[in-house]
C-alpha cells in the first residue's frame, strides 16, 4: 500500500495500481452496481488527455519534461493498455468528476514511472496541475463520450447492420417469386411475394442506419476548451482551436470545435438525439421479429410460410419443440434499449444551468444500447435471417384461398357487388373464380387475366 493526501485527507492505495486517491474514494464512495464503462470510454479520455498535453505543451505551459512522459501514458491509455485501471462505477459523482480523475490518476502515476519516479509523487506530476492542465471535467467527459459513441458506431456497430441488412437483401431476392397472402389488420388481404415481405425489411434497416449516421453527426461537434462554464478560463488563446484539431487527428475522427460552447456544455440534445435512432431501431428490430414469429409459427397450426433455424430444443417438457428463440432474444434487447433512451431523456433534461451533471449515466446507456443492438442484430443475421427457409407450398396456397383477391374484381364490378362475391366464397367454400364464373361476371379468359396472382403484386408472371 501507499499512502496519498488530497484536500480532505489520507487514504492508503493499492501499490501495483496506477490511480490513486480520487478514484479510492470514488469506489468506497460508489459501491452501487459493479457496473463500469465499455473500453471505448477510457480510450478515449486517453486521446483527449493526449491531445490537451500536445497543444499544452505547443502553447508552452507545459514543460515537455512533464508533458513528454504525460504524453506516453496517455496514449498507452488510449491503445487500451489501462483498461483494468478503470474501476469507478457508472453511478458516480455528477457529470462524470470521478471518471476524469481516474484518468488523470492513471496517467499521471503511469508518467512518474516512465521516469522512474514512485507513484503518487504529484509534486513531480500532478493528476489537477499537469494531467488536467486546461481542462475541467465539464468539457473533457461530454468530449470522451462523443469521441467513445463514434467509434463504437463505426467500428462495431454499423458493419454488424449492414450485414443484418445484407442478410434481409439475400432472403428478398431468394423468395422475389414466392406469392403468400398479405395480412392487414391480422386479416387476408391482397398478395403479395415473400420477397418484398423481406425486400421490406431490408429497406427498414437501411434507413435506420441512415438516420443513425445522420444523428450522429452532431457528435462531431466538441466542448474540448470550454473547461467549467464555457468560457475556458484557465486556457491559452488558441488552445482550442489547437486541442481539438490534435484530437481530431488521434481519433481520426473528423472532430470540430462546437459553434457555442456554452449551449454544447448545457445540453445533452446529441446524445438524446442519437439515443432517439437508437429507439427506433429498436422498435422496428421488435415489430419485424415479432413478424418471423407469426410468419414460422405452428409448424401445424400457425402461419408455417417460414421456417427459422434450430438453435436449440424449445421445451423442457415437450419433446420436439422448437421456439424463435432468437427474435425472442432480439424483442428483449430492443425493450432494453427503449428503456435507455428514456433513461437518457430523464437525464438530458436534468441539466441545470451552464452544466448537465447526469452525462455519466447517458454514457452508460447510450453505450450499452449501441452494444446490446450490435449483437443482437449480428446474431439475428448470422442464426437466423441466413438460414431461414421458405414453405413455398403452404404460402401461395394461402395467397390462391385468400377471399381478398377479389379486391381485383372491385373496379370491374362494383365493390358491393365484389363483398357479396367475397361473403359469398367464404360461405360456401368455394374460390373466388368459381364464383365469378358461376355468376358469369366475365369471361374465362378476362377472368383469368384479373385474378393473375402475379399481377397483383406488381410482378408479370415469370418475372
Same mark, same amino acid.
Given at each position: 500500500?501507499?499512502?496519498?493526501? $488530497?484536500? #480532505?485527507?489520507?487514504?492508503?492505495?493499492?501499490? $501495483?495500481?496506477?490511480?490513486?486517491?480520487?478514484?479510492?474514494?470514488?469506489?468506497?464512495?460508489?459501491?452501487?452496481?459493479?457496473?463500469?464503462?465499455?473500453?471505448?470510454?477510457?480510450?478515449?479520455?486517453?486521446?483527449?488527455?493526449?491531445?490537451?498535453?500536445?497543444?499544452?505543451?505547443?502553447?508552452? =505551459?507545459?514543460?515537455?519534461?512533464?508533458?513528454?512522459?504525460?504524453? %506516453?501514458?496517455?496514449?498507452?491509455?488510449?491503445?487500451?493498455?489501462? &483498461?483494468? %485501471?478503470?474501476?469507478?462505477?457508472?453511478?458516480?459523482?455528477?457529470?462524470?468528476?470521478?471518471?476524469?480523475?481516474?484518468?488523470?490518476?492513471? /496517467?499521471?502515476?503511469?508518467?512518474?514511472?516512465?521516469?522512474?519516479?514512485?507513484?503518487?509523487?504529484? @509534486?513531480? /506530476?500532478?493528476?489537477? $496541475?499537469?494531467?488536467?492542465?486546461?481542462?475541467?471535467? +465539464? $468539457?473533457?467527459?461530454?468530449?470522451?463520450?462523443?469521441?467513445?459513441? #463514434?467509434?463504437?458506431?463505426?467500428?462495431?456497430?454499423?458493419?454488424?447492420?449492414?450485414?443484418?441488412?445484407?442478410?434481409?437483401?439475400?432472403?428478398?431476392?431468394?423468395?422475389? &417469386?414466392?406469392?403468400?397472402?398479405?395480412?392487414?389488420?391480422?386479416? &387476408?388481404?391482397?398478395?403479395?411475394?415473400?420477397?418484398?415481405?423481406?425486400?421490406?425489411y431490408t429497406a427498414t434497416i437501411g434507413r435506420a442506419i441512415e438516420r443513425i449516421r445522420e444523428s450522429s453527426n452532431a457528435l462531431k461537434r466538441v466542448n474540448l476548451g470550454a473547461t467549467a462554464v464555457g468560457t475556458g478560463i484557465n486556457t491559452q488563446p488558441g488552445y482550442q482551436a489547437i486541442v481539438v484539431d490534435r484530437l481530431s487527428e488521434l481519433t481520426g475522427?473528423?472532430?470540430?470545435?462546437?459553434?457555442?460552447?456554452?449551449?454544447?456544455? %448545457?445540453?445533452?440534445?446529441?446524445?438524446?438525439?442519437?439515443?432517439?435512432? #437508437?429507439?427506433?431501431?429498436?422498435?422496428?428490430?421488435?415489430?419485424?421479429? +415479432?413478424?418471423?414469429? *407469426?410468419?414460422?409459427?405452428?409448424?401445424?397450426?400457425?402461419?408455417?410460410?417460414?421456417?427459422?433455424?434450430?438453435?436449440?430444443?424449445?421445451?423442457? /417438457?415437450?419433446?420436439?419443440?422448437?421456439?424463435?428463440?432468437?427474435?425472442?432474444?432480439? &424483442?428483449?434487447?430492443?425493450? %432494453?434499449? =427503449?428503456?435507455?433512451?428514456?433513461?437518457?431523456?430523464?437525464?438530458?433534461?436534468?441539466?441545470?444551468?451552464?452544466? +448537465? =451533471?447526469?452525462?455519466?449515466?447517458?454514457?452508460? +446507456?447510450?453505450?450499452?444500447?449501441i452494444r446490446i443492438l450490435s449483437r443482437a442484430a449480428l446474431v439475428l443475421a448470422s442464426r437466423c435471417i441466413e438460414g431461414i427457409t421458405a414453405n413455398r407450398e403452404t404460402a401461395e396456397r394461402y395467397a390462391e384461398e385468400s377471399e381478398a383477391i377479389v379486391t381485383a374484381l372491385s373496379p370491374h364490378i362494383g365493390y358491393l357487388r365484389a363483398a357479396d362475391i367475397?361473403?359469398?366464397?367464404?360461405?360456401?367454400? @368455394?374460390? /373466388?373464380?368459381?364464383?365469378? *364464373?358461376?355468376?358469369? *361476371?366475365?369471361?374465362?379468359?378476362?377472368?383469368?387475366? =384479373?385474378?393473375?396472382?402475379?399481377?397483383?403484386?406488381?410482378?408479370?408472371?415469370?418475372?
Open positions: 500500500m501507499r499512502v496519498e493526501r $488530497d484536500a #480532505l485527507g489520507e487514504r492508503t492505495v493499492p501499490e $501495483d495500481v496506477y490511480w490513486g486517491i480520487h478514484t479510492e474514494r470514488s469506489i468506497e464512495n460508489f459501491p452501487i452496481s459493479g457496473l463500469s464503462y465499455p473500453s471505448e470510454m477510457p480510450r478515449a479520455i486517453g486521446a483527449v488527455k493526449a491531445a490537451a498535453a500536445q497543444a499544452n505543451m505547443e502553447l508552452g =505551459v507545459l514543460d515537455p519534461e512533464i508533458g513528454t512522459p504525460i504524453l %506516453q501514458a496517455a496514449r498507452e491509455v488510449m491503445e487500451g493498455i489501462f &483498461d483494468n %485501471q478503470f474501476p469507478v462505477d457508472v453511478y458516480q459523482a455528477g457529470a462524470g468528476t470521478s471518471f476524469n480523475m481516474n484518468a488523470n490518476e492513471v /496517467i499521471a502515476n503511469r508518467a512518474l514511472s516512465l521516469m522512474d519516479e514512485p507513484k503518487g509523487n504529484y @509534486k513531480k /506530476i500532478s493528476p489537477n $496541475d499537469h494531467v488536467n492542465m486546461s481542462q475541467s471535467t +465539464n $468539457d473533457v467527459f461530454p468530449t470522451t463520450l462523443r469521441i467513445a459513441t #463514434l467509434w463504437k458506431l463505426e467500428h462495431e456497430f454499423y458493419p454488424v447492420l449492414e450485414r443484418l441488412r445484407g442478410a434481409f437483401a439475400a432472403k428478398s431476392e431468394e423468395f422475389a &417469386d414466392i406469392l403468400t397472402a398479405g395480412r392487414t389488420h391480422l386479416q &387476408d388481404a391482397v398478395p403479395i411475394t415473400l420477397g418484398q415481405e423481406f425486400g421490406g475522427l473528423g472532430l470540430k470545435p462546437a459553434e457555442n460552447l456554452f449551449e454544447i456544455t %448545457q445540453s445533452a440534445a446529441d446524445f438524446s438525439l442519437v439515443s432517439l435512432t #437508437l429507439r427506433l431501431l429498436a422498435l422496428e428490430i421488435i415489430r419485424i421479429s +415479432n413478424d418471423l414469429r *407469426l410468419l414460422s409459427s405452428g409448424p401445424k397450426t400457425g402461419f408455417a410460410e417460414i421456417r427459422l433455424p434450430a438453435v436449440q430444443p424449445g421445451s423442457s /417438457i415437450m419433446p420436439g419443440k422448437v421456439n424463435p428463440s432468437i427474435p425472442e432474444m432480439v &424483442d428483449m434487447v430492443g425493450f %432494453q434499449v =427503449v428503456g435507455n433512451d428514456t433513461t437518457i431523456a430523464l437525464a438530458a433534461q436534468a441539466g441545470q444551468l451552464e452544466l +448537465n =451533471v447526469m452525462l455519466p449515466v447517458v454514457a452508460y +446507456n447510450l453505450l450499452q444500447s367475397a361473403k359469398e366464397a367464404l360461405s360456401s367454400n @368455394k374460390s /373466388i373464380r368459381e364464383i365469378a *364464373l358461376e355468376h358469369e *361476371l366475365m369471361d374465362e379468359e378476362e377472368l383469368d387475366r =384479373v385474378l393473375d396472382l402475379r399481377t397483383m403484386t406488381g410482378r408479370r408472371a415469370g418475372s
